[in-house]
């Protein structure tokens, strides 16, 4: 899962696709910054990653994984998102340093 390539190219069209869907399924764990903090990460254990500290160090296929299967608190998406959906999400968190203001 780790070498498996994003078939769908980084562009801003696919950042935007994830950053909608980001905002409607990750939010409530990952914040609205991708750091961890959203209010339901407070009762998690483990906590949510930091997304923003992710981005660049992880390769696409295993970001795709984590989404599709799942880690820890996080619940799987296989089967609820659509693989674009998991590639542009995938997209979104690639570009986190540079889609989202620091807080």
């Not at 190219?9 to 909608?20: W, Y």
């Not at 980001?22 to 961890?36: E, L």
């Not at 339901?40 to 997304?51: H, I, T, V, W």
């Not at 959906?85 to 986190?96: D, M, R, S």
Request: with cysteine.
């Amino acid at each position: 899962a780790v070498k498996r390539a994003n078939p769908i190219p980084r562009d801003q069209t696919s950042i935007a696709r994830g950053k909608n869907l980001f905002k409607t399924y990750c939010t409530v764990c990952h914040g609205p910054g991708g750091r961890g903090d959203g209010p339901a990460a407070a009762g998690l254990n483990p906590k949510p990653p930091n997304l923003v500290k992710m981005a660049g160090h992880h390769t696409d296929g295993d970001i795709a994984w984590k989404i599709e299967n799942g880690r820890g608190a996080m619940p799987a998406w296989k089967g609820k998102l659509k693989q674009k959906e998991i590639w542009n999400l995938t997209n979104f968190i690639q570009a986190l340093p540079s889609e989202l203001p620091s807080q």
